[in-house]
């Protein structure tokens, strides 16, 4: 029990620092994705979405090496430094030359891609053609970011992380709003992309290195790359099927409607899918607890419990409000036209994104414990409800065919992935965990959807929303001081004092 506390007050600072850069990568997104949906077009626009699929798609190439590398780096670390060299070279090696391979391919057929299986109109091709090319390019440089964040994630600097993320996702928005506002079109922003992620690759390679070297004191051998390498492909093989329930869709409606559709839904969808940002910054950092806890079962029950409560409070009242407010958000955001096509599949996007939340915690309990293949097994069962669904539903529904299908591939795997981590790996009762993390912030979650959705036509302009929000907010932040248990109360309360004292005063 008195672990207890040292470890909630770092896991609150490292949250609080990767909400910071965080929000400052979705603030600039969403100040400046209008002026550059308006710049580049809405059908260019989507050779934009394309690229930032394919360059997720290349990542599929480095064989889970990003999971691979926070939990031996967080172990590594937490014992002397045995083997810490090995693991950062291991992940350099399957990041680096995983995605040489993927690119080599995509620059290849990036003509084949943009023909076939795109079907870009004829305009276009060239365009499209030029932008996978870059793509390819910049996700060599983006698969070596990834490598140095999740080196600075196992170390517990998540401050130098996300400095980096939001350096990278910032600068990368504003660079390519400003090109196509100067005429420099699609092929520019694309030329963008792929020389800034370079330049960033350069500063992230510096940051480790210069954070790693004084860590590896205990030196020797200590990790086989075949150990790294099978702990990387347990997890690889859930990455490929989140790549294919949430970038897949995209390629989906490409292939059968046109690329205006893909901008419709695919705008609302990536302001969504930033909004999972919190919950996975919770889940990276409850990794490496997990696997600094060990097989206390007890304070892995404890840590698990309050993280799935603790999560669902600070993220459900942004999920109501989003789901009673979509239509006049989209509309004051982007246009009449957002307005109205893009409402009701963002809508039951929202509902998707409340079961995905269900799940962020579990992925970082089973796989700090060592048992990555209950995650992999959710994610394949979401991207096969995913690829049956879309298929039948897309004809007959448009995109809103396909947000259905992606609610339902969360909705059906999430219930039966909680019950087979509580039953088998946590030894949690389904009682116990509805008692004390799901009842009370759905309650609140409630409450504020019906205050709020019974008015939500009243938000015809940005104060009368804003000022809807900040009232639904206050109505639910009463109604969760009053849920909390005392144990969360007593810990904000520490660290709010702790923030208090530790404020410079003015002769500071």
Known sequence: MMEQAPRSERFVRNVGASV???LGVLTVSFLLT????????????????????????????????????????????????????????HSAALHLGGSLCGAVALFALAGPCAHRLFRVPAPLVGPAIFVLRCAAVGAVFASLNQSAATILQGFQRFDWQNALSLLQGAALVAGATALAVAGFGINGVARWYAAWSACVAALSAAAVWRLARRRWAGGGAGLPFGRFLKFGLSVWTGSVAWIVTFQFDRLFIAHDTNLAALTFYSVPANLLQRLQFFPAIVGTVLLPMFSEIGNDEATTQAVYLRGVRSLLFIVLPALALLFCLMPQFLGLWLGGEFGSRSVWPARL?????????LNQVPNAAVTGRGKPLYMSAVAWGQAVISVISWPLLIGRLDILGVALGSLLAQMIPTCLYLGAVHRRVLKIPLERFLRESLLKPLGCAALLLAAVFPIHAEASSWPRLMGIVAAGLLLYAAAAWAALEKGDKDLLRRLARRRLLSAPTLGS
């Open 34 to 89: 209008p002026k550059l949906i308006h710049a580049l077009g809405v059908e260019a626009y989507g050779l934009y979405i394309l690229l930032q699929a394919a360059v997720g798609y290349v990542s599929l190439f480095c064989l889970g090496a990003g999971a691979a590398t926070i939990k031996h780096v967080a172990e590594r670390a937490g014992r002397g430094g045995r083997g810490l060299r090995e693991a950062l070279r």
């Open 20 to 22: 910071v850069g965080q």
């Open 349 to 357: 996007l929202v509902a998707a994104q409340a079961f995905l939340l």
